[in-house]
């Protein structure tokens, strides 16, 4: 009788751990039908790429020509670059566009490419053959009505996309009398900008709010050289950054970039200018406004920063500083100069890899969600 209740207290316990462990493989059979979200893709890819790889992806550069060439594939399969811009050097016709950025996205390897333009209006406005240019941002804002701004933007977002550009720089965000600025008052200015972002999102492409935290009050192209705005935080808070805070309230920051200036803003920061400020990145733009999407510096060849500056240690101070993307529009020196500056930076440690896996994980949820 004994060996019989030993017999079956060993059977029941088999059974009971057969059963449990059909259990866990329905329950990881389960998990694994699961959908994956968008955060856990992302997460897969960044974990899949090399540090080379993340590093690419934190810069964008200008190419040369109107189809792909030895040097824009080396820049990109060589050093794993993850953004593009264009310029009218790159446009022909719409057919030859299309062409060109197909062939660039065709050697991205993991991720799309950001493939940007400066597609503002009035004075700045590229592919004028068969990009149809927006009246300036001046013009509209003087007209009062916002919704002109609202449908440019979308005709513009639509026709970008139609192309194969993803990202506009534009609208320019700025406070001031320049014809590529809506308005000198910052509350006008925020509606037109805010009008702007609209018609982009209508058109599911990423926009670009420039030039934080404003360059209205500049008297000296970035161009050629530095210039400081000699304006208080509350100016600045009260007029200058209207336009920035109300996309920034209001909008998803999966939908849109902000462009960080070359101007000093002593206020702020008296010793370096915004593309290379902590202050003005991290503490304002993210801590005090709380952006927490893809910050991009406008071009690191602008005299404002290379003319005080190396290359190779441009880009660390701008990543430093906050930005996640370095941009560098015109020469493979200068580009190549940013992205080995960039990744001996991260392979010493100066940058941690911590740091670089945030900037990647923004930029490459961005591309995910707006890959055409």
């Known amino acids: 009788m004994g060996i019989c209740r030993r017999f079956f207290a060993l059977t029941l316990v088999l059974l009971l751990m057969l059963l449990s462990g059909c259990g866990k493989g329905a329950e990881a059979d389960e998990n694994a039908k699961k959908p994956q979200t968008l955060d856990d893709q992302v997460d897969a890819i960044v974990a899949g790429m090399s540090l080379p790889e993340k590093v690419g992806q934190m810069v964008m550069i200008g190419v ?115 014809p590529r600025e809506y308005s000198a008052d910052g509350q006008t200015a925020a509606k037109f900008v805010a009008a702007a972002a609209q018609g982009y999102e209508s058109a599911h492409i990423i926009y670009t709010l420039k030039h934080f ?96 500056g190396d290359f190779r240690d441009l880009g660390v101070q701008a990543i430093q500083a906050g930005a996640d993307i370095a941009l560098v529009c015109h020469e493979y020196p200068r580009q190549t100069a940013v992205y080995l500056g960039l990744l001996d930076a991260a392979e010493k440690g100066v940058i941690s890899e911590e740091r670089i896996n945030q900037s990647v994980k923004r930029i490459v949820k961005m591309k995910l969600l707006h890959r055409q």
């Open 213 to 308: 935290p404003g360059i209205g009050r500049g008297q000296v192209d970035s161009h050629i050289d530095r210039s400081e705005i000699p304006a208080t935080k509350a100016e600045l808070m009260a007029q200058d950054l209207l336009p920035f805070k109300e996309i920034i309230a209001n909008h998803s920051p999966e939908n849109f970039m902000v462009m960080v200036s070359h101007l000093v803003y002593p206020a702020l920061d008296k010793d370096h200018t915004a593309s290379l400020s902590a202050e003005i990145q991290t503490k304002l733009l993210r801590q005090e406004l709380g952006f927490d999407g893809v910050i991009v510096t406008d071009s690191l060849e602008m005299g404002a920063v290379s003319k005080y």
């Open 64 to 178: 040369h020509g109107t189809e792909i060439n030895d040097d824009s594939r080396f820049m990109l399969n060589q050093y794993h670059i993850g953004g593009v811009i264009f310029f009218d050097r790159n446009l022909q016709s719409a057919e030859q566009t299309k062409k060109l950025t197909a062939d660039l996205q065709a050697q991205a390897a993991k991720v799309p490419l950001f493939i940007a333009i400066d597609e503002e209006g009035g004075p700045v406005a590229r592919g004028k053959g068969f990009i149809e240019p927006p009246p300036s941002a001046q013009s509209l804002g003087q007209s009062g009505d916002n919704t002109q701004a609202e449908a440019w933007a979308q005709k513009t977002g639509n026709r970008l996309k139609e192309l194969g550009i993803n990202v506009n720089f534009a609208p320019v965000a700025d406070v001031g009398n320049n």
